[in-house]
């Protein structure tokens, strides 16, 4: 009996069974996104803990400092990562010169941007009117000395298969960080201490990530320690990756921006509170996720063989435009369906009780913003799927995908925004930043089913079986948000029948449910063979179980 399990994890169809001992490409994907959301918990904590003490101790006005230094440093950030670590993520062989390159690269466009702050912090304070910000500024800028070298190596750790090494860090810098501000805030240097956290914590992870991956490296040995690293491509490469960062936070931050200019600080605000409310469910799924994929990924795309009619010149080119092995699809496929499933359900029941909630925990006064939560759910759920997408297309190295992917959303964006400034609509601005993202995921699928990245077929079914559980999970969340207020709902008479209903004949379709064949092809999940075996037990055949 063929085994079906190649050396890159391709999923198995089903009919197959698993070696006895092996250990499924998944089992590290798993874990690591588990180590990265327990420390997305952590982070939330801690930082809920230093803003309950900071929000006593530091003035309204000094915050408006901090966030007014904030904006630039953010923007600069951009520019001082270069696309470095994003560049080490997909590398197909991470060894001691790739890795030296980019820390060299990383530490010169850290100089530029320290020196570009540090010379206009005194401008940017009188453009603000706020002479505090100068001293934050010139403080925070302290941190583009450590942080390029600390995202990449971060990255490597990741790249590495590392991940737990890589979430340690990274939270044990912020704790730092936290600890140091908190400090110097009590010691009276108020508020440089704010501008402190950041620096704190990014000096942390340069060095233990900076050691960390050192030690992990691979020993220099065979064909890849005499291959030169080119740094023309590499800057071409992860300045490409850059601007592409960088635009996709411009088209996200687009309705923002229009409404605090053009509609008003009030809409601001209520669309602010909006996006805040959905926005820290869509970063940690879409970080959590795509910090693990990109190099698992990355890793299968590297074992699957090279296409025999047009061998590449390094291992990290590859035919932008050629069509993927059955390995690279099949692994692309599982993992956008598990990013689907993993958006679409959660983001589908905060819809149902995301208005509720945000009136609640705002109070009075917040109608406006809590309308706008189901459209701005919506869009992040699409949001999270889409930046999984392009963390594929990133590996596969196609910049023209990318780039025609980017170029939809911004164009629908931006339309959208046309038209709701029109309208004078808060509710259509956010439809326009959901249509942004669906266009740009139409984009992503049209490119893909012609450059046969993935599973196109397997994949848009999922797409639509996950989007109609996440239907009923927003319809249960109504339910519920109702039931909560006290005001009568005929939904809520449904509610105890459809409970049944799913225990009685969800268990034996559960394995229609693309996320759950994707587990259990993936060895996450015992799958019930679709035979027997009659007579004794053969040698080497076994149900896949979770390592």
């Known amino acids: 009996m063929s085994t079906g399990g190649d050396p890159a994890g391709g999923a198995r169809t089903g009919k197959e069974a698993a ?5 499924p490409h ?5 874990t690591g996104t588990l180590w990265n959301y327990a420390a997305a918990v952590v982070a939330a904590i801690l930082q809920l803990g230093y803003t309950a003490y900071t929000g006593r101790t530091v003035s309204a006005a000094a915050f408006g400092a901090l966030a007014s230094a904030l904006s630039i440093t953010q923007l600069l950030g951009y520019f001082a990562n270069a696309g470095l670590a994003t560049t080490v993520l997909c590398s197909r062989e991470l060894t001691r010169g790739l890795l030296v390159a980019t820390v060299r690269l990383g530490l010169l466009s850290g100089l530029l941007c320290f020196a570009v702050v540090e010379a206009t912090a005194p401008l940017w304070a009188e453009l603000w009117n706020a002479p505090e910000t100068t001293g934050l500024l010139r403080v925070l800028g302290l941190q583009f000395l450590f942080l390029p070298v600390g995202a990449v190596s971060a990255a490597g750790l990741r790249r590495l298969q590392a991940q737990r090494a890589a979430v340690l860090v990274e939270t044990g810098a912020l704790a730092a960080g936290l600890l140091a501000g908190t400090l110097i805030l009590a010691a009276g240097w108020n508020p440089l201490g704010l501008a402190v956290t950041s620096v704190t914590t990014q000096l942390g992870i340069a060095v233990l990530a900076g050691v960390l991956v050192t030690r992990r490296l691979p020993p220099a040995s065979g064909g890849s320690a005499e291959r030169p690293v080119r740094y023309r491509e590499l800057v071409g490469s992860s300045g490409f ?6 635009a996709q936070y411009t088209t996200n931050t687009v309705p923002l921006w229009a409404a605090g200019t053009i509609l008003g600080p009030v809409a601001a605000g209520y669309y602010s509170r909006a996006t805040l409310f959905t926005g820290l469910l869509l970063t940690t799924l879409a970080a959590g996720l795509t910090r693990v994929t990109t190099p698992a990924l990355t890793k299968v795309r590297a074992q699957a063989p090279e296409p025999a009619t047009a061998p590449s010149p390094s291992p990290d080119a590859r035919p932008p435009e050629g069509r993927e092995e059955p390995a690279v ?4 496929t599982d993992i956008l369906l598990a990013a689907s499933a993993l958006s679409f359900l959660p983001f ?10 945000l009136q609640l925990l705002l109070g009075p006064g917040w109608s406006e913003a809590a309308r706008l939560v189901p459209p ?3 869009f992040s759920a699409v949001a999270v799927v889409y930046a999984v997408g392009l963390s594929v297309d990133t590996v596969c190295g196609s910049h023209r995908r990318m780039t025609a992917a980017q170029a939809a959303a911004a164009v629908a964006t931006l339309a ?5 400034i029109a309208g004078d609509s808060l509710a259509t601005l956010a439809l326009a930043a959901l249509a942004g993202q669906v266009s740009g995921l139409v984009v992503q699928m049209w490119k893909w089913r012609r450059g046969g990245v993935v599973e196109a077929r397997r994949l848009l079914s999922g797409y639509a079986v996950h989007a109609a559980l996440g239907l009923a999970a927003y319809a249960a969340g109504v339910a519920l948000s109702r039931m909560a207020d006290g005001r009568p709902s005929p939904a809520v ?3 105890p029948p459809a409970v049944g209903l799913v225990v009685v004949f969800c268990r034996p379709l559960r394995t229609r449910l693309p996320l759950y064949r994707v587990a259990a092809g993936r060895g996450l999940l015992p799958l019930r063979l679709p035979f027997r075996v009659r007579g004794p037990r053969r040698r080497g055949i076994t149900r896949p179980q979770a390592q």
């Open 26 to 30: 998944s089992h590290p994907v798993v």
């Open 416 to 420: 959208g925004a046309v038209v709701a």
């Open 376 to 378: 701005l759910c919506v």
């Open 329 to 332: 699809r099949s692994a692309a």
């Open 493 to 495: 008479i449904l509610v």
């Open 348 to 357: 589908g029941f905060l819809a149902g009780t995301g208005p509720g909630a």
């Open 19 to 23: 070696i006895p001992g092996e250990r």
């Open 241 to 246: 990756l850059a601007g592409h960062q960088l």
